[in-house]
């Protein structure tokens, strides 16, 4: 097979989502009172609207369309007033009632987009010369680093509940295929449910991979899941379909299943991109049809081929009342959605003076912003910029700190008082523990001395001594600097502060 660069020369790759999200952080079901749980024993949170008995009438819970007009303004989507719910049938044990109660033509949430910045080695992945957004309008302009920011529109966002947890056992990976016996859970059956559809404006594997990331962290940030694709309280699928550069109409896609993390989502689109040009160019056709991606294996298996449209006689449901939803609950929605990743990275950046990248991180997930934030509490100057240094590069290496403990080993360091070698050593000692790295640092005697008047004597004195070096530094040899700080710190046991002493050795030499 070609590589992803080589496909991406003659052929356009148009990929679009389709993200579930389970509104996990509310007490109950969709449409009844049912509690909202994960690891509690099977069947025991269901009551006869969400095991389907006849009779048993639904009633839509507020909170979740809270949730969902919430997501849809984060997304800049236009929240309609009036939508309804539909029934879309199937039969199928892990929903008892023969139908999924979904939305029609008309969602909550209809036409937004969220603008994906682009950036690092993920940016090479679009040809440079490529610059049409997915709308086929928009011109994308690159920065000189090359990254670049891509508008991706969202088709809409409407509301449904899950299916019940199907178990097979005896037979291969969990699959029915040769099981001996199969089990229903129906705990799940009725969860709130959000999916959320992009129009096919992603080209890139990467893209997609930003966009996911991206909707995690809103909807993480907005509180209405803990979205994590480990656990499958947000689950994609990945639709995928190539065109020859210059076309207009759009291929066959093929739509991928099973992706339950970042890296398998963009390895599975690069695999799949690389097949369909594989197909292709042999002379082949490309079916519509679901596939399956083996992480393990590295490919993507067909799982069933769609050749008609399934029917699932979708029709309006006679059980719920259609809604009209008020300018002031829309507006209560609106005054509930905390400060956004994107507002907060640009604060970060302009108050902070953080690099993007860095501020982009910290912005990025609200319980990592959170404790940012407090360890920011009475933190001033250089050290500002040092508590985000260590939330970046030190912190992520310890699974106990408190945001003290950080601000602290932050003041440390910007006072050059240790070594950020010596930070790592502070922070394994402080780890898990109320101690105080100030205190950690005299225990152990770690303090660098940065002071001009107790450096200076030993400067002389090394100068004096190594007159070889000073000859050979007054020669040209400039390295030699490196031989006399080391001296320098063996004089002082250690405890002088190697850059003072490269600064005062210069000063002096040049003089
Ligand atoms: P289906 O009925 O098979 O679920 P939809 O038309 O509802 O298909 O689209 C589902 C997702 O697939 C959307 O995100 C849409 O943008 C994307 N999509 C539709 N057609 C294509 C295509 N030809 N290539 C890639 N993605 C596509
Ligand atoms: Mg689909
Ligand atoms: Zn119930």
Known sequence: MKTLEEVLKDWEAVIGLEVHTELTTLDTKMFC?????????????????CLGMPGALPVPNKKAIQSIVMAGLATNCQIMKHSMFYRKHY???DMAKNYQTTQGPVAFCMHGHLDLKVSGAGAKERPAWETLAGDGETEIEREEDGSYTAPIRILRIHMEEDAAKMVHSGGEEGRITGAAESFVDYNRCGTPLIELVTEPDLRTPEEARLFMEKLQQTFRTLGISDCSLESGSMRCDGNISLRRRGE??????????????????????????????EVLEEGGIIYQETRHWEPS??????????????????????????????????DDCRSRIPELPDEKCARYEKSYGIKHADA???????????????????VEGKAVAMVANVMVNLAPSYDALAPAQVASIAKLLAADAITFAQAREVLDAVNGTDKDPEAVVDERGMRQVSDAGALE?????????????????????????????????KASKGKGNPKRFNEMLTAKLEA
Not at 248 to 276: C, P, V, W
Not at 360 to 378: C, H, I, N, R, Y
Not at 459 to 471: G, N, P, S, Y
């Open 33 to 49: 009172n049912c509690r909202l749980s994960h690891n509690d024993p099977p069947n025991t949170n269901v009551c006869p609207v």
């Open 91 to 93: 039969f199928y044990p």
């Open 248 to 277: 207009k109409r759009l291929g066959t896609k093929a739509e991928m299943k099973n992706i339950n993390s970042f890296k398998s989502l963009h390895d599975a689109l690069e695999y799949e991109i690389r097949r369909q040009a």
């Open 297 to 330: 294996k590295r490919r993507t298996i067909v799982m069933r081929q769609k050749e008609t449209a399934d029917d699932y006689r979708l029709m309006p449901d006679p059980d719920l009342a259609p809604f009209d939803l008020s300018d002031e609950f829309i």
């Open 360 to 378: 982009a991180q910290l912005a990025g997930d609200p319980d990592v912003s959170k404790f940012f934030e407090e360890a920011l509490e009475g």
């Open 457 to 489: 004597p030993i400067v002389d004195e090394v100068l004096a001594r190594c007159t070889d070096q000073v000859a050979q530094y007054k020669a040209g040899n400039k390295k030699v600097v490196g031989y006399l700080v080391g001296q320098c710190m």
